[in-house]
């Protein structure tokens, strides 16, 4: 039977460490790495109730894209989110196991998923940090083209693709067709999109002032949620698990969701 390390191994052969950004955590962040896994549950994130249902069904494993820990841990109590999640995953023999940012960058990854979802052709990297053992480029970024739109018809069909309860855009008016892709906080990236001339970018986690430099500079911008423009890679952590260990019952979390509320 196939262990928490060897499915660790397996992952990060499919997704290497090297793809990650230097800040980032990445791997094996709680658990034995010699237990036997016979069940893994896949989520976005590590949240408690994604525990609680790794819990509930048995699972050894939660394989999810955000880890728990970013920064050093001082200590492992009840009295903070990181320690009870922490505690909870010990105290019932569960490992976590995540791929962050070098998910984020890595072929077939968040944003390659990202733009097949929004039905992107012609898709590069933008700026490639890098190529991998096949030769494939990797980054942050990826761009492509769509038939032209109106950026409010097109919104739509990000909200209506992405499953977004509700997003919000800045028109710099210019219709839609090259269209840079950044799941979850990409907003700093707005000068790459600007270099490989864009007219429009979809990511999230926007702030104020950059709806307002975006438009300024030309760029169509479109905040369709961290959790909506991510949790598409769900398929992919899933697809690699089961290619590597076919005996080996994997599960997506029915319990997670953006816990974001619109009026």
């Known amino acids: 039977m196939q262990t928490v390390g060897e499915i660790r191994n397996a992952l990060l052969k499919a997704v290497p ?10 791997g094996l962040l709680c658990g034995r790495a010699d237990r036997p896994v016979r069940r893994a549950l896949v989520a976005l994130d590590p949240t408690p109730d994604v ?11 939660v394989v999810t894209h955000h880890p728990l820990i970013f920064e050093p841990v001082k200590n492992v109590t009840d009295e903070s989110y ?10 019932n023999g569960i490992a976590a196991v995540n791929l962050h940012t ?8 968040v944003n390659e998923l990202l733009a097949q979802t929004l039905g992107l052709e012609s898709v590069e990297v933008l700026e490639p940090r890098g190529t991998d053992e096949r030769g494939r480029a990797w980054g942050l970024l990826r761009a492509g083209f769509t038939p032209f739109a109106a950026l409010p018809d097109f919104a739509a ?5 992405l499953g977004c309860p509700g ?6 008016h210019r219709p839609v067709r090259h269209v840079a892709v950044g799941g979850g906080s990409c907003g700093s990236e707005l000068d790459a999109v600007v270099r490989a001339g864009c007219d429009t970018f979809v990511t ?11 438009a300024y500079r030309g760029v169509n911008l479109i905040d369709a949620g961290h959790f909506e423009t991510e949790n598409p890679v769900c398929a992919r952590l899933e697809q690699i698990l089961r290619a590597a260990f076919p005996d080996l019952e994997v599960l997506r979390a029915k319990n997670h969701k953006d816990e974001t509320q619109f009026l």
């Not at 070098?102 to 990854?109: R, S």
């Not at 999230?204 to 975006?214: I, S, T, V, W």
Request: aromatic share 10%.
């Open 167 to 172: 997003l919000r855009f800045a028109d710099a």
């Open 157 to 161: 069909q990000v909200k209506q693709k």
């Open 102 to 109: 070098n998910l984020d960058c890595a072929p077939g990854g």
């Open 17 to 26: 460490a090297e793809m990650k950004y230097d800040w980032d955590n990445v």
């Open 82 to 91: 990181t320690g009870r999640c922490l505690l909870f995953l010990i105290e």
């Open 204 to 214: 999230a986690d926007l702030k104020y002032h950059q709806f307002e430099e975006a």
């Open 51 to 61: 525990l609680e249902e790794a819990k509930a069904c048995g699972a050894e494993l």
